[in-house]
């Protein structure tokens, strides 16, 4: 079986290595253009290109594959079928024309919940408790495809977007070479989604990390939890400035003032805010131009000002 894949970021890798490692043809990889990265803004390879050179595949990076160079690209690799996980990129009917066996999505959420390019931040930051991955069928729409294998899990109380998308990656893997062995058997059952039970989130952009203290404490966390380790939450300081807020824990269950004021800023009772149904400690921060540290580290040499209100515009 002849198979292209089409992935980006970390996440699609362990797909990448699973297909190989099973004794798949993988023969091309698509991946997004390199993008400028880090304080120099020099082009940077996304994690999917990198494994695809070190195991001698060769790669394409059309800007958009639905165009001609990519259909084009696509046609001459003549796969049989088509393997893709967050690959960035809406695929044209053409596009899904050409293998013959189809296309098969590694999607990182029980579908047919958080459609779109982010449900991992979002099921987080929603505060569910239980997500998965499933691989469906790509059609044209987005996310709207058969399913076929579906595998779930719990999401810890503690754990973070990133922590979360690293456990699914490696289950998306396993959960792919599954349907392709059940795919080659002739045993994959395909189930439509029910489009009464679809949810789509949006986007992911800087402002989707804005902390509002007048949500409660649990709300709060969820928000911090999913933004990590992108887009990242934040507030604002007095003076404007944005101060990155890494980890939360609930301080009270009374709120001690007017949601977004600070209650408490020392090395002993650490940074405490009020939000909307008690008051909670700011644990992990960053301060502008400095690194990631422990509230209690940072206030035994610097000094916030209480009765302060976080977060105006």
């Known amino acids: 079986?002849?198979?292209?894949?089409?992935?980006?970021?970390?996440?699609?890798?362990?797909?990448?290595?699973?297909?190989?490692?099973?004794?798949?043809?993988?023969?091309?990889?698509?991946?997004?253009?390199?993008?400028?990265?880090?304080?120099?803004?020099?082009?940077?390879?996304?994690?999917?290109?990198?494994?695809?050179?070190?195991?001698?595949?060769?790669?394409?990076?059309?800007?958009?594959?639905?165009?001609?160079?990519?259909?084009?690209?696509?046609?001459?690799?003549?796969?049989?079928?088509?393997?893709?996980?967050?690959?960035?990129?809406?695929?044209?009917?053409?596009?899904?024309d050409i293998p013959p066996m189809g296309t098969v999505n590694v999607h990182s959420s029980l579908l047919p919940r958080h459609r779109g390019s982010a449900p991992i931040n979002w099921a987080v930051m929603l505060g569910e408790t239980v997500t998965g991955v499933t691989t469906m069928f790509t059609d044209r729409g987005m996310d709207t495809g058969d399913m076929l294998l579906r595998r779930e899990t719990p999401i810890g109380e503690r754990e973070t977007a990133g922590e979360l998308s690293d456990r699914l990656a490696q289950m998306g893997a396993e959960v792919l070479i599954e349907t392709l062995r059940a795919l080659e058997a002739g045993t994959l059952v395909r189930t439509p989604q029910n489009p009464d039970e679809a949810t789509y989130e949006p986007k992911l952009d800087k402002e989707t990390g804005r902390v509002d203290f007048s949500r409660t404490a649990r709300e709060i966390d969820c928000l911090v939890r999913g933004a990590t380790p992108w887009p990242g939450a934040f507030t604002t300081l007095d003076d404007g400035q944005a101060m990155k807020i890494m980890e939360v824990r609930r301080a009270s269950d009374v709120p001690s003032g007017e949601p977004g004021r600070i209650i408490s800023a020392d090395s002993r009772g650490g940074l405490v805010v009020a939000c909307g149904d008690g008051d909670l400690e700011l644990v992990q921060i960053q301060m502008p131009g400095a690194k990631r540290m422990n509230a209690r580290d940072y206030l035994r040499g610097h000094t916030l000002e209480t009765g302060i209100c976080l977060g105006r515009k």
């Open 1 to 96: 079986m002849r198979i292209v894949f089409m992935g980006t970021p970390d996440f699609a890798v362990p797909s990448l290595r699973a297909l190989c490692e099973s004794g798949y043809e993988v023969v091309g990889v698509f991946c997004q253009p390199d993008r400028p990265k880090g304080r120099g803004h020099k082009l940077a390879a996304c994690p999917v290109k990198e494994e695809a050179l070190r195991r001698g595949i060769p790669v394409f990076q059309p800007e958009r594959i639905k165009r001609e160079e990519g259909v084009a690209q696509l046609r001459a690799l003549a796969p049989d079928l088509c393997v893709t996980a967050a690959f960035g990129q809406l695929l044209s009917q053409e596009i899904l």
